[in-house]
């Protein structure tokens, strides 16, 4: 049949895998009442603005990096502790955002594998009249679907960009390595995800297939936690990388021209500046030779893997088969408040998406106080670190908090049958969102303390902020309840679009950060005075939401 036959049968299939992504019918959500044509139209629309949002990222980081680039003579003067040729500096800072773009896209695909593994779209492919070569170039224009905008944006903005910053054959140049990052990540991304897939989120519970469970989920968040540190410790490594280059070449600065992704990312500079303004000796450019040649080619033979194997990753049931439990079973009786607690727990577990939002703050708040230890202990630094902590800790939980719904997606087709009532369920996830906050806190607490010894300068600060946390998270939550009264849908339904998230998270973004502003405002005085009225103010938030919240809970 040929590319065209499975362009047209992708057109249909991705039809179906976003329907599958936002309302997953199959695993048992309901669908929302209204107008049923509308709702492939409505799915696809949430698919496209999700592309979207990560597609914007991809360009934001890409016009930072063309400031930096255009502005490259006044960097490397004023900025930077050893003088630097301005086409190393340029070979850096496309190292950088090549490294940004392969873990950002490589994230993106940890999120949305399972989506399309278990939206069995290929299986009902599998016994149509369609040759095996077309089922496979159905797959993979089925997956490439899914990155499309931001492919896009990386092999047709970013460029243009760099051609703008230095010159068009710049940009043109930087293209190899744009393609080669692309491929890496798609390809990480499949064999990372078709791990879990297999191995982790079909796995029996228990607490050490938890604790193994958590421990890949940690792995999955490490991309996006790179993100984070690398633009921390950019400065870092533009100085090391200007104290290299000033001593000529060395055996170091060979290593570098043969590490993923400089030799690429040096492709501008030699194809505008030529290999002399480069510190290159002849190991140097041997190095820089080969090693661009051996990522071309390993790039190659991973775009014609990804090929062969897409159609048979499709195929693998989302779910690992286990035997049958041995033995009588131990049924204990629990609040139906914690019991929401749990089952988010155990559904985030087996969810990368959802881990994310629940390790991003931990992770964060390890990282605190890991900094905090190894710098060690300044003036006012514990009320400094404590601060950030709470701060980082508080917002993140709470911009965060109303995805939690989205897990009611497949957990409702369990529970909707369970006289659990709606207050019931906003408490639970309450319960979670400060169980979050409560943890990356005390995290901080922990670590930073083996340096920082004023540890009731951190339970005060964490304790003061607690309730405007409680706060923010009932309101958004009373958001999402009062949408759904006046919608006449299940709750679950609610969360299924990127500008809902705005809206419900900004009210609670700015309760949470009221106790902190009074904080500062307070600052002058005794540090005592000004946490007394951080408190008053985030417990006057949780008195006022509260009982607002909760009234209109009831079923």
């Given at each position: ?44 629309s ?19 990096a ?53 939206s069995g ?11 095996e ?15 499309d905008?931001p492919?896009?944006?990386l ?109 690429l ?34 790039g190659?033979?991973?775009a ?27 049924l204990r ?5 914690y019991s ?29 106080g ?7 202990p ?44 709606d207050r ?33 300068v ?26 759904a ?67 209109r809970?009831?079923?």
């Open positions: 049949m040929g590319w065209r036959a499975a362009y047209r049968l992708s057109q249909v299939a991705f039809a179906e895998l976003s329907f599958q992504a936002i309302y997953a019918f199959r695993q048992g959500n309901l669908l929302p009442p209204g107008d049923a044509s509308k709702l492939a139209t409505r799915a696809r949430r698919v496209l603005q999700s592309k979207a949002l990560v597609a914007g990222l991809l360009g934001f980081l890409a016009v930072g063309s400031f930096l680039l255009h502005d490259a003579g006044i960097v490397t003067a004023r900025l930077l502790p050893y003088p630097i040729p301005v086409p190393v500096f340029d070979a850096g800072v496309l190292t950088a955002l090549l490294s940004l773009d392969v873990a950002f896209l490589w994230w993106t695909g940890l999120q949305v594998l399972p989506t399309f593994l278990s779209v290929l299986p009902v492919l599998e016994p149509l009249p369609i040759d070569r077309t089922l496979r170039q159905t797959a993979t224009l089925l997956y490439l679907r899914l990155f905008l492919i896009l944006t092999l047709i903005v970013t460029p243009l960009l760099v051609g703008l910053a230095l010159n068009p054959l710049a940009g043109l140049a930087l293209l190899p390595g744009l393609l080669t990052a692309v491929i890496f990540a798609l390809t990480l991304a499949l064999v990372t995800g078709r791990f879990f897939v297999r191995r982790v989120q079909g796995s029996r519970g228990g607490g050490g297939r938890t604790l193994l469970r958590w421990a890949y989920l940690v792995l999955w968040v490490v991309p996006a936690f790179a993100m984070f540190g690398f633009v921390t410790l950019a400065p870092t490594f533009f100085s090391t990388l200007s104290s290299l280059t000033a001593g000529g070449p060395s055996a170091g600065l060979d290593l570098l021209w043969s590490a993923f992704p400089f030799p990312a040096a492709l501008p500079s030699l194809t505008t500046a030529g290999s002399g303004t480069l510190p290159l000796g002849g190991a140097g450019l041997g190095f820089l030779v080969v090693s661009t040649s051996g990522y071309l080619l390993l190659t033979a991973a014609l893997w990804m090929g062969r194997t897409l159609h048979e990753i499709g195929l693998t049931p989302p779910g690992v088969p286990t035997p049958p439990r041995t033995g009588s079973l131990d009786t629990t609040g139906p408040v929401v607690l749990v089952k988010d727990l155990r559904m985030a577990s087996r969810t990368p998406g959802y881990a994310f939002l629940i390790l991003l703050p931990i992770l964060d708040a390890v990282a605190l890991l900094l905090t230890y190894f710098t060690g300044r003036p006012g630094t514990a009320t400094s670190v404590a601060l950030g902590a709470v701060t980082t800790a508080a917002l993140l939980a709470t911009f965060f908090g109303p995805a939690f719904f989205a897990i009611e997606v497949v957990a409702y087709s369990y529970g909707r049958t369970l006289p659990l009532s019931t369920l906003v408490l639970g996830k309450v319960a979670l969102i400060a169980a979050v906050y409560l943890v990356a806190g005390g995290l901080v607490l922990a670590i930073a303390d083996l340096r920082v010894d004023q540890p009731l951190f339970a005060g600060f964490v304790a003061a902020e607690l309730p405007a946390v409680i706060a923010a998270s009932l309101l958004e939550l009373g958001i999402l309840l009062q949408r009264r006046r919608r006449g849908m299940p709750l679950v339904n609610l969360y299924t679009g990127a500008w809902v998230a705005l809206a419900v998270s900004i009210p609670g973004l700015f309760v949470a950060a009221a106790p902190l502003v009074a904080y500062e405002s307070l600052q002058g005085g005794s540090g005592l005075v000004a946490v007394g009225g951080m408190a008053l103010v985030a417990l006057a938030s949780l008195a006022l939401i509260a009982p607002f919240v909760l009234a809970g009831e079923p």
